[in-house]
């Protein structure tokens, strides 16, 4: 068990701006912690330092604005030792999973990001909104609907916000696609075709395992499913699904690839593919008055593309630090999440219809 | 009934230029007709005069080289009018469906292409080999396999060739992506995304006829198909279907829009729409170590896209009669045909597990 006394130099530092900003932002950032003294960046433990954790989200917190990296939660003592040099971090905001709990008598820790795999998040995103704590936690929200609703109601009962790490719902090119349908701009959506996956082989990895919340639905689908959702500007009522494995000796528990098919209510239809063995990713939409062709659509970086009156190419500098920073600052607002536990729910719903209908070969109600 | 006597400047003309040329053409051109004069150019007989005919095939056989528009069978005396007017048509080369039979005498014909209903195909293509001529079919080519299978027969029983209207095969764009994944250029095919369709609406047309061959997957449906095979560049295995109507009003006995789902021997897989409600010509393919895209793909023309290496934008005056003109020569020097009955009926083959699979639910073999 690692110490909680210590203080590094870069939250002391943070502490210090906090107060020396307290006149100035106390208008613009109404959020205010235990002790009433208003925060001009909140602090974020993050739960789980795997390969997202280490490669995406730490980094994007060094670039953040309204946020910053406070504290970390892991089973690994040599994880810690790590990040604790990488990062300043200060013994007493690094937690194992055992002293987690603690972290409610931590003022340094305003937001817990919980990045561990999905069988792990309702009990974590639970813990951290009992401990009074906001909460962030990555997608897929949770293998089940029932698991959601626990943690949207651990969150409503212990008054924390909840955000699901939809990067892409922060890009302004999804946010371009999104205003498409909104506006109507090119007339109604009639056909989505939609892909997203990569090529994934990492024996004992929690992605192959179902136990653990693996399956291509979960990682890869919630983003065609998103790309589905968000371009049509409606959802899904009625659902097919189908599973094709091309290595068995591999996807031994979970699906690797599923393709799936949505009906809107406004009789737009979508064309979806997930998969662990395909490198893709694109976003194709044919509207009465035109077209959208993104690809990639869902990446970290470069989401770009063409539509009938001209390009979407808006410049990002990094997607989870844009993410955590907007996040950051709803709670500071006390405004809603962009992307609250509803909307990961959602996607989890449309998740377990998919599979009824791979399993059923029937059209599903959503 | 037409006057089968008068021959038109044109047809003469043809003839004088074809016995003029015979000493140069004979070592070229080995076809023999009846009366062992060989030809320069093969007269073809249009059948049936809709707007494939009239707007696409009639006007594309005004600039073919190794044939031209020859004779005319209709069963409307006004269009026979029509067209004997505009294309200087001699009477004797004019057929109604009672006279049809009668072409056997007719060494203007030399091919006899059916452009009828799908339901009228078999009986139309039995006739013209019986009948002695070469047969080019529309397509889809039947509406079962057994019409195909009785179509191949009769024409090989005559010693007649039999090609598909299959004018993408001759199309240089789809050449190039045939040949990306004959060669392998950018690897082994994973995805394959293709779609194709348009906005159909007319009340009464032989589409939304079932008995006349009707439906969206005879009709859009074989150029999905025919998108997915060739830029597999194999033969599918399993077939997954759905259907979804938006217009149930209109579309009472066909399929308006039908997904469907192909697994390839090699691993690869293709998500398909097809579709008499959306406009959409697309396909995408994801390649081990690269891309492909296509936008239209199966266009009359335009057809063009970009590839990982460059793009595929080969220039086609007129793609109806560079099919015709290369199947004409094909069947001068005896050579096989690009697209011959036994790929057509491959097709409909597919057409059929599409059905049966969308029926059921299921997964179906081809």
């Known amino acids: 068990m690692e110490k909680l006394t210590e203080t590094s130099s870069i939250t002391r530092r943070s502490f210090l701006a906090a107060g020396a900003a307290l006149a100035s932002t106390a208008v613009f950032s109404p959020y205010v912690i235990g002790n009433s003294r208003p925060k001009e960046r909140l602090g974020v433990a993050l739960v789980g330092l795997g390969y997202y954790s280490t490669d995406l989200l730490a980094p994007a917190l060094q670039l953040t604005k309204n946020c910053y990296l406070a504290g970390i939660v892991t089973g690994t003592p040599a994880k810690a030792e790590t990040w604790k040099k990488k990062y300043n971090i200060p013994d007493k905001n690094i937690y194992s999973y055992d002293t987690f709990d603690q972290i409610a008598n931590n003022p340094d820790i305003d937001v817990v990001y919980v990045v561990l795999p999905p069988s792990m998040h309702r009990e974590y995103v639970v813990r951290a ?57 090119l007339g109604k959506v009639k056909l989505i075709t939609c892909a997203a996956g990569y090529n994934e082989g990492r024996v004992g990895h929690w992605k192959l395992n179902k136990a653990l919340g693996g399956g291509v639905m979960g990682d890869m689908g919630v983003y065609a499913i998103q790309g589905a959702r968000l371009a049509a500007g409606e959802e899904p009522m009625l659902v097919t699904a189908q599973h094709i494995n091309n290595r068995p000796e591999l996807f031994k528990e979970v699906d690797e690839t599923t393709l799936y098919q ?105």
């Open 262 to 366: 949505f009906h809107f209510p406004s009789g737009a239809i979508a064309n979806c593919t997930s998969s662990f063995g395909i490198n893709t990713n694109f976003l194709k939409v044919n509207y009465e008055k035109g077209f959208l062709h993104m690809d990639p659509f869902s990446a970290y970086k470069g989401n770009k593309g063409t539509y009938t009156n001209g390009e979407i190419n808006f410049p990002l500098d990094n997607q989870q630090a844009k993410q955590m920073d907007e996040d950051a600052t709803s709670i500071m607002q006390k405004q809603p999440m962009l992307a609250p536990g509803e909307e990961g729910m959602r996607d989890i719903r449309i998740v377990e219809s998919i599979y009824e209908a791979a399993r059923t070969g029937k059209a599903v109600k959503i």
């Open 129 to 185: 909104a009992k401990a009074g704590k906001h909460v962030w936690c990555e997608k897929p929200m949770a293998p089940t609907v029932k698991d959601c609703e626990a943690m949207i109601k651990a969150c409503a009962d212990n008054k924390q916000s909840l955000a699901i790490g939809y990067r892409c719902q922060h890009d302004p090119n999804t946010q371009a696609f999104m205003k498409l349908a909104k506006e109507k701009t």
